[in-house]
């Protein structure tokens, strides 16, 4: 099995520098990927409309620029600002889809390397710990292009990528389905909760 740098099987690149504050604007031109869309343990982003909505349009200049930013299915973002540096594949998303500068847009160039095997393997122990080490910044934490792009991925064959990725989003999948239980077990439990305190006597308090 190969371990190569990252940068050696796909581009890397940063996301658009926005300079104005990002507010909906319904019916935008530009979809703006956020953080908080991808905030999800590396769970692949599937644009959703009623969860996902966030329109801009920019002028002439800035939407010129922003054309070259825009991902599209099949890309890798990953979380280049703050502590949680997590990657995810973008499976759906509306033409005019955004990076903003939160994130790096990865590429792969060859056929060597999946994309959701990269996305899965970005989010694992080692590559999170290189990831880590390499973090600059005393206020908010910033991983750096070029170090980002020294990070070893260990490359085994295509069909090996194939059923590691396929594993990983199946166990992506029972995590959410136990957050789910756990929230409706919480929500139960407090219902219940109250249940009981409404058939005690004030007396019993």
């Not at 499976?91 to 005019?96: E, G, I, M, V």
Request: charged share 20%; aromatic share 6%.
């Amino acid at each position: 099995m190969n371990t190569v740098p990252l940068s050696s099987i796909a581009n890397i690149t940063s996301g658009l520098s926005i300079p104005e504050a990002i507010r909906h604007v319904p019916g935008g031109r530009f979809q703006i990927l956020s953080p908080r869309h991808v905030d999800d343990g590396g769970r692949p982003f599937i644009y959703d409309d009623q969860v996902h909505a966030m329109r801009m349009d920019f002028d002439e200049r800035l939407a010129k620029r922003a054309e070259a930013y825009c991902v599209t299915p099949g890309d890798v973002v990953f979380m280049s600002r703050g502590e949680k540096n997590r990657a995810a594949v973008i499976r759906s998303c509306p033409t005019d889809t955004v990076a903003p500068v939160a994130f790096f847009i990865i590429r792969p160039t060859n056929s060597t390397v999946l994309a959701d095997y990269l996305a899965w393997y970005l989010n694992q122990v080692p590559a999170q710990a290189f990831i880590t080490q390499h973090r600059t910044g005393a206020g908010t934490p910033l991983v750096q292009r070029q170090s980002f792009g020294e990070l070893p991925v260990s490359l085994p064959t295509l069909a090996k990528q194939q059923s590691i990725a396929h594993l990983g989003e199946l166990m992506l999948r029972e995590l959410s389905l136990v957050e789910r239980l756990g929230t409706s077990v919480a929500a139960r439990n407090r219902i219940l909760g109250q249940t009981i305190l409404n058939t005690i006597s004030p007396t019993e308090h």
